[in-house]
């Protein structure tokens, strides 16, 4: 009876502990891999969506330099034309013609996603306007943009040339 007793004991008495520990480590160190592992893939995530938007970016303003150098030809031909169009009636046919090539030159800008930033009367914004200038006005509002000197130009979201401008300021 003794023994029996001592059986059941020693049934009753295995030890558990160290395969339940051994178990929580295990466990810990899944959870530890896992959140790692979620962590790496997340980072990875980013890099590749970082990775694709920089490769979006170079290849929409990769044409830049060449825009911003076609902006002051643009602009030449512009006073070109408004030279022609003040000067004797019979270059009518070459206004005619300067028109069209005009006309071309603003399609393609257009198609680049190049627009003229608009300035006259606007509120002075640095991130867009360059200011040479600044008089002394009562009749406009501090900061009004009075006079543009040279157009400026966005690419897309891009400002590629800030709008040169004279600016109000309060007396």
């Known amino acids: 009876m003794e023994e029996e007793n001592k059986e059941q004991k020693d049934v009753n008495e295995v030890p558990v502990a160290p395969e339940v520990d051994e178990l929580a480590k295990l466990k810990l160190e899944v959870a530890d891999w896992k959140d790692k592992y979620v962590r790496l893939f ?20 990769a044409h830049e330099e060449v825009i911003i150098e076609l902006l002051g030809f643009f602009e030449d031909f ?57 008089v002394e006005s009562n009749d406009h509002e501090d900061g009004t943009v009075l006079e543009v000197f040279q157009k400026g130009y966005m690419l897309g979201p891009r400002v590629v040339r800030a709008v040169k401008v004279k600016v109000s300021k309060k007396a």
Request: proline share 0%.
């Open 42 to 61: 997340a980072d990875f995530d980013n890099v590749r969506k970082r990775h694709v938007r920089e490769r979006e970016d170079l290849i929409k303003y």
């Open 78 to 134: 512009e006073r070109s034309l408004d030279a022609a169009k003040k000067a004797e009636a019979g270059s009518d046919v070459i206004v005619k013609g300067l028109e069209m090539v005009m006309k071309r030159m603003q399609d393609l800008l257009k198609k680049y996603d190049v627009s003229e930033i608009e300035a006259l009367g606007k509120k002075f914004d640095h991130a867009q306007h360059e200011a040479l200038m600044a």
